[in-house]
């Protein structure tokens, strides 16, 4: 019974850093053989998986977003964030905070995010 919420702005502007924040309940970030990540959609495109975060603290990312993406995690508060750096109108899309480990399950409900001046 692993639950997951997304929360953080739903408007940034151009060139700032995005930081999202995942909470888990019903199971903690460090069991054993769990992966937490960030997919994202933009309207009218396929999701699109950001980047993972494994039970040791490693971390992993989508090519295309390596350079901005960071993905970290505070065990003590159960969570995990995201933080992508200059964002531009193309970052515009649903975020969702994901488990994996044996497919992507659960997911968050998801959360808006647009970028815009």
């Known amino acids: 019974q692993v639950q997951l919420q997304e929360s953080g702005p739903g408007l940034v502007k151009p060139s700032q850093t995005l930081s999202l924040t995942c909470t888990v309940s019903?199971?903690?970030?460090?069991?054993?053989?769990?992966?937490w990540g960030w997919i994202r959609q933009p309207p009218g495109k396929e999701p699109e998986g950001m980047g993972a975060i494994d039970t040791s603290g490693s971390s992993y990312y989508n090519p295309s977003l390596k350079s901005r993406a960071s993905i970290s995690r505070d065990t003590s508060k159960n969570q995990f964030t995201l933080q992508l750096t200059s964002v531009a109108p193309r970052d515009t899309a649903v975020y969702y905070c994901?488990?994996?480990?044996?497919?992507?399950?659960?997911w968050g409900q998801g959360t808006q995010v647009t970028v815009s001046s």
């Open positions: 994901v488990r994996g480990g044996q497919g992507w399950s659960p």
């Open positions: 019903g199971g903690s970030i460090t069991t054993n053989g769990a992966v």
